[in-house]
């Protein structure tokens, strides 16, 4: 199984603050990554698919960017409703693996 | 606009067996390939299993975690997809969620094995 470690685990930052989140796969997984959020009580919502492509009515702040085995997940200006948990997704083989998560917070 | 609204979930007692249900709305169920994700108490997210399309022969397939023991099956008339699960284990407790080829989830269904 491929492997997705996820870092930070927790973030703290502040409103207008530039946002960045990663997630390392055990193996070379051809940019098939996805990034969700996960507000509380809700299921995870799809922001970015396949490395870098906006999905439909998500705010253009977020970006992904990656290739191989390291991928990122940029927030440019962090607003108070990014509050939530994120989540990345490595669906280039089975079993699909997710990454353990970042909590982030506003300071 | 595409819905997924799960359904069956519940308290269940070690070894006993449980049936989820996600119904969808909103899409061509028929050509979808269907996935049912859990995330655990400790918020862990992992795949479960997945179903593809009939012209793919519906095929299934299963983490290791529950091979033997869960079933998905769908039905295009019912623009419907289902989880049977058999044997159940504590660390089988979680919310269950349908998802449709990981864009679009269900709010997902609560599974408890306890005694």
């Known amino acids: 199984d491929i492997q997705m470690t996820q870092s930070p685990s927790f973030l703290s930052a502040s409103v207008g603050d530039r946002v960045t989140i990663n997630c390392k796969a055990s193996?070379?997984?051809?940019?098939?990554l996805n990034w969700y959020q996960q507000k509380l009580g809700e299921a995870p919502k799809l922001l970015i698919y396949?490395?870098?492509n906006l999905q439909t009515g998500i705010p253009s702040r977020f970006s992904g960017s990656g290739s191989g085995t390291d991928y990122t997940l940029t927030i440019s200006s962090l607003q108070p409703e990014d509050v939530a948990t994120y989540f990345c997704?490595?669906?280039?083989?089975?079993?699909?693996?997710f990454g353990g998560g970042t909590k982030l917070e506003l300071k | 606009e595409v819905q997924l609204v799960e359904t069956g979930g519940g308290l269940v007692q070690p070894g006993k067996s449980l049936k989820l249900t996600c119904a969808t709305s909103g899409f061509t169920f028929s050509n979808a390939w269907m996935h049912w994700v859990r995330q655990s108490p400790e918020k862990q997210l992992e795949w479960v299993a997945q179903i593809k399309a009939k012209s793919n022969n519906y095929a299934t397939y299963y983490a290791e975690s529950v091979k033997g023991r869960f079933t998905i099956s769908r039905d295009d008339s019912k623009s419907s997809v289902y989880l049977q699960m058999n044997s159940l284990k504590e660390e089988d407790t979680a919310i269950y969620y349908c998802?449709?080829?990981?864009?679009?989830w269900g709010q997902g269904v609560m599974v408890t094995v306890s005694s």
């Open positions: 396949n490395t870098n």
């Open positions: 998802t449709r080829s990981s864009d679009y």
């Open positions: 193996q070379n997984i051809n940019k098939y």
């Open positions: 997704l490595q669906h280039s083989s089975r079993p699909w693996t």
